[in-house]
T-cell receptor, first 112, second 113 residues
């Protein structure tokens, strides 16, 4: 039982490049989330999904897109990376909105 | 605007003492509040959830209180150990709407042997 797995763990991008972060969970959770964590800023919600085929915007959605084509996967896309998107990205999943969230190990992204 | 405040200064305590961390909030009607632990380079790990109609929750050496009048939650670790050193995050979910929680910035706890 792997829990929540994020791919990749580290990535360096040049400004303007695109990439996709993959989050996979094996707990059959309905809810999935993407957060970014910056020093002194805490965890901020980018996008979330309440079930397969659904997505919704969080607190800081600009510059990101997401897709949830399969229940177990939640993809976060950066179409044109900017240095302001340098951050640590965490994916999480939960059974419902008011149950504990399980987090992945994080993806450290640097945009130069 | 809605705010969640956790002490940005690290809390330093001696092993064996009780650590108390604070989470204050404004302009929220929370449905529930959660506490998470985060170690350096790792994702947060869930510890406890307390709902708006609950005053206190306990789990082993952990205790959470929730005072909706004071708009405050206190997180206690009794008989603290150096292994308890980490950053502790609180997260609040508003009643009505999506119930998706918003995280505070966290407080670092350092337990000295």
């Amino acid at each position: 039982n792997a829990g929540v797995t994020q791919t990749p763990k580290f990535r360096v991008l040049k400004t303007g490049q695109s990439m996709t972060l993959l989050c996979a969970q094996d707990m059959n959770h309905e809810y999935m989330y993407w957060y970014r964590q910056d020093p002194g800023m805490g965890l901020r919600l980018i996008h979330y999904s309440v079930g397969e085929g659904t997505t919704a915007k969080g607190e800081v959605p600009d510059g990101y897109n997401v897709s949830r084509l399969k229940k177990q996967n939640f993809l976060l896309g950066l179409e044109s990376a900017a240095p302001s998107q340098t951050s640590v990205y965490f994916c999480a999943s939960s059974y419902s909105e008011d149950t504990e969230a399980f987090f992945g190990q994080g993806t450290r992204l640097t945009v130069v | 605007s809605q705010k969640i405040e956790q002490n940005s200064e690290a809390l330093n305590i001696q092993e064996g003492k009780t650590a108390t961390l604070t989470c204050n909030y404004t302009n929220y009607s929370p449905a529930y509040l959660q506490w998470y632990r985060q170690d350096p380079g790792r994702g947060p790990v869930f510890l406890l959830l307390i709902r708006e109609n609950e005053k206190e929750k306990r789990k082993e050496r952990l205790k959470v209180t929730f005072d909706t009048t004071l708009k405050q939650s206190l997180f206690h670790i009794t008989a603290s150990q150096p292994a308890d050193s980490a950053t502790y995050l609180c997260a609040l979910a508003p009643s009505g709407g999506s119930y998706i929680p918003t995280f505070g910035r966290g407080t670092s706890l350092i337990v000295h042997p």
